[in-house]
C-alpha cells in the first residue's frame, strides 16, 4: 500500500513497530513513526497534518499474550483516537467479506467491534471487505509442496481470493469512496479442490487430496480451543473459510495460477 501511494504522488506516514522493512521498500514513505498501537502512548500524535488514515492492521498470529481484540480492535481504536484528536477527516479500513455474519468467530469479531467504533465516530469512513488473500491461500501450496492437501469437506464451495498487490490498487482507488462498506475479490474463482489441484500442476506433482469430515474438524477445533484458544479461534475461522462458497465483485490482473507457478519457481531455486 505504501508503495502504490507512493506513485501516486500522495505523502505518505507510516506506522510501524520495525521501521526497517519500510525503509527497503521502492518507494519508501516520506515518514515513518515508530509504535506499538496496544501501547497507545507511544503512538499519540502519528496522524497530526494527516488528511487519511488507511489502517490493514490486525494479526493472524500470536507470539505473546496480546489477542485479536487487543490488535484488530483496541489497536485500531487508538488509531483511530489519534485520528479524531488530530483533525483526521477520513478513515479508510480493512476488514473481512460478510464480517456481520461471522461475529460468532473471535478473529472477524475484533475486526467488526471496530467497525462499530467507526460507525460512530464522527469521520468519513470506508470499509473494505475483501474475500481473503493469497497468503492465506499459500497454505495449500505448502501442503502440495509436502506431498498432500488435507481439505474440509468436500472441497468444493468456492471463492476469489486476491493478492496483496491487487488490493492495495483496489484499496488506493477507493479512497475517496463514497460509499461506507465495499467488497472486492481477486480475478478467478475457484473450488478449493481446484486451488489444490493448481498448486499440484504448479509443482508439476501428481494430486493427492484428501478430506478431514466437517464434523470431524469441528470437535477437533472445539478441543484445541479449550487448550490454546487463539489458536483454536484460527482454526474455526479457516473451517468456516473452507466449508463456505465466499466470492465478491472480480478484480486485478495476478491469478492463483501465476502466483503458485512463481512460487514453484522459487522453490526449485
Known sequence: MVNQLKRRGHYVRALARSPETLKLLDNPPDDIVVGEVTRPETIRGCCRDIDLVFSSLGITKQTGPVSFYD?????????MNDALACGVSRFVYVSVVNGRQLRRLAIVDAHECFVDELARS?????????????????????????????????????????????????????????????????????????????????????????????????????????????????LAFVTTALTTSVTAPQTGRRTLKRHFAHRARQSRA
Do not use: Q
Not at 163 to 179: I, Q, R, T, V, Y
Open 71 to 79: 490488535v484488530d480492535y483496541r489497536g485500531n481504536l487508538a488509531v
Open 122 to 234: 464522527e469521520m468519513d469512513y470506508t470499509v473494505i471487505r475483501p474475500t481473503g488473500y493469497f497468503s492465506d491461500i499459500d497454505t495449500i501450496f505448502d501442503m502440495a509442496e509436502r506431498g498432500r492437501v488435507w481439505l474440509i469437506g468436500d472441497g468444493n464451495n468456492k471463492s476469489n481470493p486476491i493478492h496483496g498487490a491487487d488490493l492495495a490498487e483496489f484499496c488506493a482507488d477507493h479512497l475517496e469512496s463514497s460509499k461506507p462498506e465495499v467488497t472486492v475479490g481477486g480475478p478467478t474463482v475457484h473450488s478449493y479442490r481446484e486451488i489444490a489441484a493448481l498448486a499440484f500442476d504448479a509443482l508439476d506433482k501428481k494430486p493427492k487430496i484428501s478430506s478431514v469430515p466437517v464434523g470431524l474438524m469441528k470437535a477437533i477445533v472445539g478441543v484445541v480451543r479449550l487448550f490454546k484458544r487463539h489458536t483454536g479461534e484460527v
